[in-house]
Each structure stands twice: as C-alpha cells, then as structure tokens.
C-alpha cells in the first residue's frame, strides 16, 4: 500500500489548509484588539511617539509570529476536530475505513500534517521568536515602558564567597546605583569589600567604572587596606547579563544563550531560576503538543456525531480549555516548588497522551 498517497496527501492539505486559515483569523482578531488596547502608547502617552514604520516592522512584524506560534498548537486542536467532522459528516471517514484501513493507518496523514506544524514552531520557538522578541521588547520598553527595565533591591551570588548589592540596576544604562561587592574566603571572612554611589559598566572595555566610593581589602593580619576613589576603573567578575533579573529576558535569549542564562542563575542562586526553567522546557514542550493534540483530536471526530459538527466542535473546545487549565496549574506548582520545572510543563502532555489512546481505543470499535 502507497503510505503516502492520494487519500494522504487530501487529508494532510485538509489539515494544513483548515489550520492557516484559522490561525489567519485568530491573528487577525489579535492585531485589532491589541492595537486598540495600545493605541494610547502609539499617541505618544508614555512620552515618545512611534513613526508608522516602527510600529509597522518593530512590533507588528514580531507580534505576528510570537502570538502565532503561542496559539498554534491550541489550533491545531479545533483546525483537526472541524475538518475530521466534516468529512465524518459526509461519510468520508467510512469510506476510507471500508476500503481496508485501520483506525492507525487513518491517523498517519493526520500525524504528518502535525508533524510539519510542530518542525515550523521548535524553529520558530528556538530561533526565530527569540530575535524577534529582542525588537518587540525593545519598541515595549521605548514606548509603553514594559520589558527589560530596572530591577530594584538586587542581591547575587556569582559564586561561592562573591556577593553583589545594589540598591537598583538599570538594564538600559547598565548602572548600578548604591553598589557593593564583597568577597569571602573559604572561613566566610570577608576579604575584599567595594563600595560606591554608582558604577557603569563599559561594554567594550568589559570594565566597571564605579563613582564615590571606597575598596577595602582585609589582610591575614587584621590589618585593613582602605583607598578612596572619586572615579575608580576595575574588573569584576560581573557582567550586565548577571545583574539581568526581569523574567521576560529569557523570552529573548536562543538556546545556547538561554542555557548560558541558566547557568549563571543556578551559580547566583536566583529566586527566579524556575521561571527560567519552565521557560526552556516549554520550547520543546509546546511543539510536541501539536502532536498530542492532534491525536486526541481525530477519534473525537472521526464519527459522525447525532448532534452534528457542533457537537463535536463543542467536546473540542472543552478539552481545549481543560488542556490550558491543566498546563496553568501545573506550571503554577512548580513555580511553588511544589512539583519540578520539566515535570510541570511536560505533564498535561502525559495525561493527554493517555487520554489519546482511550479514545482510540473506542475510536476502533
């Protein structure tokens, strides 16, 4: 038997037709509610004023595939229970079966047509979003201050005996404002100590420049070596990206940077490291879903139901939200602490995946 022909390649175009089309509309519907939401912002209301190019190419541009790719799995779903409805509805489903296919070898075509959606969105998620995000956060912060901003009250360990205070940290101006860096020895005696109104870090020199302050370094003797500095060029191992704590950064990191991001998080001991986590799971997450979901999505509407499409679009809706309840509280636990990052975000997919096979099972009969 040709695994890939006619009836194949008429579903799986069925599929991704169905699943365009619908995630076209939900965008459509998206851009029109977010830019009345914004348009305040795009009138000059936080100050600066967007040109129409900007906001055309700076965040438009990158507010399509973001939302697009957040949505599509969820689509997906109700693109796969309304076109299999439609052809259960006109007898399709039967037609295929009564010419000598399984349940199983229905389900080929439909795991294909998912399996090009997920390929698109790990790309997306992994590679191309995280640019995109860079620009879309940006144009947030210049104009509706949101995004990478300041962070107030930071306190880090870079490692093991280092320690960095800061009063609040300026992502947009890399300053530091009441700074304090301390270093202890292997005893916990404090050993090195800096003090200063303010610091700057210099990108290209990879200093820090720090303002009206003080170094002190303690000696195995007791003896205290103090220098006063108006202005004070040093190293530090200390770079902005540590001092980095809004959790929307990670949005805008790829892979390597992302676990190069946790890395430093796991070393500082960040409050924050969960979120992270979570984050980097959920971009293997999330495409697989698509296949999950379509494999719930065909024995629910493969039959033809008394109630008509309508039904069957109905028992698609509520598992679609039963799936995002699901996937909220399990993340919730684990941001608690109460259940691990990977086993939060990788658990409604379990469950569903054991929903899947009940239903095919009956699906067979």
Known sequence: MNFFGK??????RQFLSTFIVAIFLILSITVVFDFS??????????????SSKEILFDYYLNFIPYFGNLFS????FISVIYFTSRMAYRLEIIAILNAGWSFWRLLLPFMAGATVI????YGLTNWIIPQANRQRLQFESTYFRKGVGSSP????????????FTDLYNQHRNSAGRF????????????????AKEGFYDSLTGSWRFYLGVSRRFLSNGNIVSREFENWDTILPLTPKMLQRDV?????????????FIDIQIKSGSIYLPFYLIEKHSRQSNPISALILTFIAVPISSRKAR??????????VALTFAYIFLQKMTVSFALNGILAPWLGVWLPNFIYVGIGFILAKFAQR
Do not use: T, W
């Not at 009836?7 to 799986?12: E, Q, S």
């Not at 304090?180 to 003090?195: A, G, M, Q």
């Not at 929307?248 to 190069?260: G, P």
């Open 248 to 260: 929307k950064i990670v949005e805008a990191l790829d892979n390597e940077e992302l676990d190069e």
């Open 153 to 164: 009250n930071f306190h880090l360990q870079l490692s093991p005996g280092e320690f960095v």
């Open 118 to 121: 997920a390929a698109m969105s």
């Open 307 to 316: 109630g008509g499409i309508g039904i069957q679009l109905a028992a698609g």
């Open 37 to 50: 939401e914004k348009l305040d912002g795009f009138m000059g209301k936080y100050g600066a004023i967007p």
């Open 7 to 12: 009836i194949d390649r008429y579903i799986i």
């Open 73 to 76: 799995p969820l689509f997906v």
């Open 180 to 195: 304090c860096y301390e270093r202890l020895d292997s005893n916990f005696n404090l050993k090195y100590k800096v003090i």
